[in-house]
């Protein structure tokens, strides 16, 4: 190795280490407090998400269902080009009939920002937390003499994540719902009746 890729790489490596210490600060911590983000299944807590993610977008190339995209030049420079998901533009489909053990994104993380999750439907449950689905019941049509359930239909866990009432109201279980978004995708409403929010939001 040259003294020219030493001193690169060196600096390369201070650089990360200064923007982690910055994120970590009590100030930026207390910053940052309302400014979560839907991140893609298996990830890290957010601080340690944010200080192993390398940016190399090859989460976003390995999502078959293209729902994984880069925050935008508007946010937080530190945060700048990490992934996340807006589900009502494309929800993750925790790679249902796509071949293989695991969620392609996890798969293909190389620095283990994104933890391998396995597809089977127990590996999903322990692992995976996008977010969790919130109903506004003013707009839900259920919740207003009408009925719809699609939010239901498309959940991957229905009568676990969420379950049906009377009239087909739906009702999230926190507990097992794991943010996937299809529920908000699907939702018929606009602006959409439910929504996948950061857990701890």
């Not at 700048?80 to 494309?90: A, E, F, S, V």
């Not at 676990?160 to 009432?165: D, I, N, P, R, S």
């Not at 009377?166 to 699907?186: D, I, N, Q, T």
Request: net charge positive; aromatic share 6%.
């Amino acid at each position: 190795m040259n003294r020219r890729v030493f001193l690169k790489n060196a600096i390369a490596v201070s650089g990360a280490a200064i923007g982690y210490s910055v994120w970590m600060s009590p100030l930026a911590a207390t910053s940052r407090k309302n400014r979560q983000f839907l991140r893609p299944p298996g990830a890290l807590p957010e601080p340690e998400f944010v200080s192993r993610c390398i940016q190399c977008l090859r989460c976003v190339d390995a999502c078959p269902n293209h729902a994984i995209i880069t925050l935008s030049e508007s946010s937080d420079k530190l945060l700048q080009g990490t992934p996340t998901l807006k589900p009502r533009r494309q929800a993750c489909m925790l790679c249902n009939k796509i071949e293989g053990e695991f969620l392609k994104c996890t798969e293909a993380c190389p620095t283990g920002a994104l933890q391998p999750v396995s597809k089977d439907p127990s590996g999903i449950q322990q692992k995976v937390a996008i977010g969790t689905a919130e109903i506004d019941k003013a707009l839900c049509y259920s919740y207003n003499n009408y009925i719809c359930g699609s939010c239901y239909r498309a959940c991957p866990f229905p009568g676990k994540a969420m379950t049906l009432g009377m009239w087909e109201k739906p009702e999230v279980h926190a507990e097992f719902c794991v943010g996937c978004g299809l529920c908000e995708r699907s939702c018929i409403m606009y602006p959409q009746a439910i929504r996948v929010k950061p857990r701890g939001c």
